[in-house]
């Protein structure tokens, strides 16, 4: 009570405090100098006036109407009977500047006297200090003891205003007794704090009458608690004994919670408090139960559902609710009862032992949220995770073990949407920091999407890379021992690199690069302190994922650490160091520690895949076909970071049809070393994406045989010899690599593997009689090329085609028609950033709308190339078709063909069979929006075939 009476006193007096000190250390103070500063004004003004006569007849001097004398006299007349003041005595005075008094209404004795000498009763020379005063800034106040008016025996303190006269070299003045302004200032200060102290009291009577009142009030609230308090702890006795968890709702609101709900939910009391229920009830519950606990009032009733706990986890329990009155509004009472089963502990750790006694496979439960922690792992996934038990893994977050950022960032979103991730290939970082590849297998445990998601998960340590990294290294050797490249430094190999200021706009850095024709910067600070790199890469991928504008800083999404290497570090080290980093731009240093430039991977590999001297040379020293199948291999693997690096597609394909075409040919020289020279000269044909020389990662073969027409009797033995040769290469194709076509468009097959007077035949009849099965036959064969033979069995085959189209050009509408009905695929309506659909798309489908539009086209106007870029670009040049156009089909070209091999590399990582189907899912957000992009612009392209044919639907 005591503490009380003090809060509602101190205010009161602490408010008549602030009153008395604001009137006497405030207003009055503040009123006294008012009164001065209007005393000061108006003896300025005063004597200006008095010094506004002299001036005037100063002028009179001037204009000859009195002599100066005549002047001076007039004005100290008129001036020495000015007089003011209430009792009409305050007067003026002028001096001039020896000093000597010219006119003295009161002290006649001084006048004519020099007044050099004279001082107050202090001693101040009061005459000295008005001239002193006028010569520093002609006007002035002096302060100063003078005679009470005429009365010369009473002398008292007087402030004067002086004013300087220059022409006469006069000084005037007027001044006022300290003591009127003192009588004035007691006066009105009396009167004002008169006025001050009856407020106060009747202040100060209010203040007491509320404290009087404020106290009563407080001695009935005390009195009231005390009763609330003991009849709330005889209240909380009884429910705290019970065993099963209450809870109070008001509004909706958790009032009251006892012990027990504390004990099951792992919420302290004051958690809870004021909090809603949902917020303790689990989203993995159905619809059903989540709306009804969601509203204000829980309708009576008894609930199975899931509880959630503040550590992670639920548990299940057994609810019922009722309704209260309490204070007349309505209220429920949440009985909870625990009846689950604790899910952590929801199988018997021996049972899974038993299980998976046999297999070197890593079991765990973990919960997959920003703590991300384990909830169960055996002994084979503590192994393989780097940890020595359970406690210590128990502690981690999962997603920390993942080294790419981009599959932590994938890992929810794919379980929300599909439920699980099975096989997925990652490298991880155990804790002795050192790397492993595992594969890696969830399935949610929860039924119901939900923030919280429980899997089990299985993971295997598969670390296969090593082999690849040490394949890549063979590779490497191989290049250092060619004539391609030997040992020499990064030096020989370095791009211009640029800085620019680590504050400036992603917006700002993307147009610098675009002037500058970059794909890297570093940012800096002050110009000298490199902090990090920025690579088209980094903003390809982290804008939009961190949903980032062009007017943020570049820094958000620069890459730091740099890592560095010195212009003397080798290629092979360079490239290791960004195989293993996972980087393609490598900062090169000289000896002086000075940044000279970049090393690029991407270039660097599309430097040398202009000479694949280092494997073509193997392939034709090979005598065994396994020899030349880990060629193969070795080429997949020489290829596989040309495509992560993001080389032309060009330049890919050249690469692997520069390679299949040399393995043909020295397959074909192999299978005659053994079964004997030809009786005829041949051709030895590619169709398909051989012919057309682009090859993915996944090619089947499509060739055949043209040789030159034999003698009657010669017939069966020439046709016997070059289908065992057919056989024989197709066979060995196979084993290598390049899978029988499924078509049996081949060499092997008797109908293509004919002399050249039966091809002519076929050609003959494909384009004369333009039927639809005589259209799917002839497609393919219009894209042959010799790989091995004589060139004039095919040239010759050539001439016939334009002869024969030209006669029946009506072949050429057959096959626009074909094409323009050939129906494309779409991607379904969706929002790309947040509901992207898994969708499964044949990108070798979409590759061949460009392709049929090249054939078609080319085939009219007697372009004999093969290649859809070289007929592109043909068809541009002589003026065929817009440069816009072809530029737009070479852009779809090119992204569909990048996204169709690295869509191969990825499945070759996943351990997937190759394909060309590809799901939409394993797209990023920026690749998915251009590819819907594309998809849209294929139709276009068919239009345009439509309307030059004057084609119909």
């Known amino acids: 009570m005591k503490r009380i009476h003090l809060k509602i006193m101190l205010p009161t007096v602490l408010s008549i405090l602030l009153f008395i000190i604001a009137i006497f250390f405030f207003i009055i103070p503040q009123f006294q100098e008012s009164i001065m500063d209007g005393k000061r004004e108006m003896i300025q003004e005063l004597t200006h006036s008095a010094w506004s006569i002299l001036s005037k007849y100063e002028a009179d001097e001037k204009d000859g109407l009195l002599t100066r004398e005549e002047a001076q006299k007039t004005a100290i007349s008129r001036i020495q009977y000015l007089r003011y003041g209430e009792e009409n005595k305050d007067y003026f005075w002028i001096t001039d500047m020896t000093p000597r008094m010219i006119m003295h209404p009161f002290r006649e004795d001084l006048n004519g006297k020099d007044l050099t000498e004279f001082k107050d009763p202090h001693g101040k020379k009061m005459f000295v200090a008005f001239v002193e005063t006028v010569k520093e800034k002609e ?18 303190p007087k402030l004067s205003y002086v004013k300087l006269f220059k022409p006469w070299g006069w000084v005037i003045g007027t001044g006022v007794y300290i003591e009127d302004v003192k009588k004035e200032i007691t006066a009105l200060t009396n009167r004002l704090l008169l006025i001050s102290f009856l407020i106060f009291f009747i202040i100060a009577a209010l203040l007491l009458y509320i404290v009087k009142q404020s106290l009563n009030i407080e001695k009935k609230r005390f009195t009231a608690e005390n009763e609330l308090r003991d009849s709330k702890e005889k209240y909380k006795t009884l429910v705290e004994a019970t065993t099963e968890g209450l809870i109070m709702l008001i509004d909706g609101r958790i009032s009251f919670a006892n012990h027990v709900i504390s004990r099951i939910t792992g919420f302290a009391n004051h958690e809870l408090i004021n ?30 559902l899931n509880m959630q706990k503040k550590k992670g986890g639920i548990i299940e329990v057994l609810v019922t609710s009722s309704l209260a009155s309490f204070n007349n509004n309505s209220v429920n009472i949440i009985i909870i009862k625990d009846v689950s089963i604790d899910t952590k502990q929801s199988y018997s750790n021996i049972d899974y032992q038993k299980l998976i006694s046999t297999l070197n496979l890593g079991f765990f439960k973990v919960r997959i949220d920003n703590a991300g922690k384990f909830i169960y792992a055996n002994e084979t996934a503590i192994r393989i995770l780097g940890y020595d038990s359970f406690t210590e893994l128990s502690g981690v977050n999962l997603l920390r073990f993942f080294v790419d950022t981009e599959d932590r960032k994938k890992l929810r979103k794919i379980l929300l949407t599909e439920g699980f991730i099975k096989n997925k290939i990652l490298k991880i970082q155990k ?72 504050d400036t706009s992603i917006g700002n850095c993307v147009s610098y690069m675009t002037n500058r024709k970059t794909d890297v910067l570093l940012l800096s600070k002050y110009q000298s302190d490199i902090l990090g790199i920025l690579t088209t890469s980094d903003i390809q991928k982290r804008v939009l994922a961190y949903d980032l504008k062009l007017n943020n800083p570049g820094y958000l999404i620069m890459s730091s650490p740099i890592i560095y290497v010195y212009d003397d570090c080798l290629i092979s080290d360079a490239i290791k160091i960004c195989l293993e980093k996972n980087i393609q731009h490598l900062v090169v240093k000289s000896i002086n520690n000075e940044i000279i430039g970049h090393f690029n991977t991407r270039e660097f590999f599309k430097t040398i895949s202009n000479s694949l001297s280092f494997l073509n040379i193997k392939v034709n020293d090979s005598f065994l076909k396994e020899e030349i199948k880990e060629y193969y291999k070795q080429l997949q693997l020489f290829v596989k970071p040309l495509i992560i690096s993001g080389i032309s597609t060009e330049t890919i394909t050249g690469i692997t049809s520069s390679f299949s075409d040399n393995v043909i040919r020295r397959v074909i020289d192999l299978t005659i070393q053994e079964i004997g020279p030809p009786p005829l000269q041949f051709a030895f044909i590619c169709l398909g994406s051989e012919g057309r020389k682009e090859e993915s990662l996944l090619t089947d073969q499509d060739n055949a045989i043209i040789y030159e027409n034999p003698k009657k009797e010669k017939e069966r033995e020439v046709g016997a010899y070059f289908l065992l040769l057919g056989e024989k290469v197709c066979s060995i194709l196979n084993e290598i690599g390049y899978s029988f076509c499924k078509g049996n468009v081949m060499a092997q097959n008797p109908q293509w593997n004919k002399p050249e007077s039966l091809w002519e035949d076929y050609f003959t009849n494909w384009i004369m009689t333009p039927e639809p099965k005589n259209l799917l036959d002839a497609t393919i064969f219009f894209d042959l090329r010799c790989v091995f033979g004589n060139e004039n069995l095919v040239t010759n085959l050539q001439s016939l085609l334009t002869e024969l189209i030209n006669k029946q050009s009506v072949f050429l509408y057959h096959m626009a028609q074909n094409a323009y009905i050939t129906k494309f695929q779409h991607l379904s309506a969706s929002s790309v950033l947040t509901d992207k659909p898994a969708e499964f798309i044949d990108l070798k489908g979409c590759l061949n709308h460009i392709i049929m539009f090249a054939r078609i086209y080319s085939l009219q106007h007697n372009i004999w190339k093969t290649n859809t870029v070289d007929r592109l670009t043909a068809l541009k040049n002589m003026q065929i078709i817009s440069e816009n156009t072809i530029n737009e089909m070479l852009f779809v070209y090119h992204f569909l063909m990048k996204l169709r091999l690295k869509n191969q590399v990825l499945q070759i990582e996943s351990n997937i069979s190759l394909s060309n189907i590809l799901n939409t899912k ?7 929006s251009v590819f819907k992009r594309i998809l849209a612009q294929l139709p276009v392209f068919q239009n345009k075939i439509g309307l030059d044919f004057r084609l119909k639907n």
Request: aromatic share 10%.
């Open 431 to 502: 804790k002795n920091r050192s790397f492993s590849i595992v594969a890696l297998s969830l399935v949610v445990f929860n039924e119901d999407t939900t923030n919280e998601l429980i899997c089990d998960g299985i993971v295997e340590d598969i670390t296969q890379k090593e082999e690849e990294l040490e394949r890549y290294k063979s590779i490497i050797v191989d290049l250092k021992t060619s004539s391609f490249i030997t040992e020499q430094s990064v030096k020989d190999y370095l791009t211009p690199i640029f800085s620019i200021d680590v």
């Open 139 to 156: 006007h002035g106040f002096v302060d100063y003891m003078w005679q009470w008016k005429d009365d010369s025996l009473h002398i008292v």
């Open 275 to 304: 909090n809603s229920l949902n917020e303790i009830i689990s989203k993995n519950n159905n619809g059903d139960i989540l709306e009804t606990f969601s509203k204000k009032i829980v309708k009576e009733g008894i609930y199975e």
């Open 922 to 928: 394993t797209l990023s957000d920026l690749e998915y």
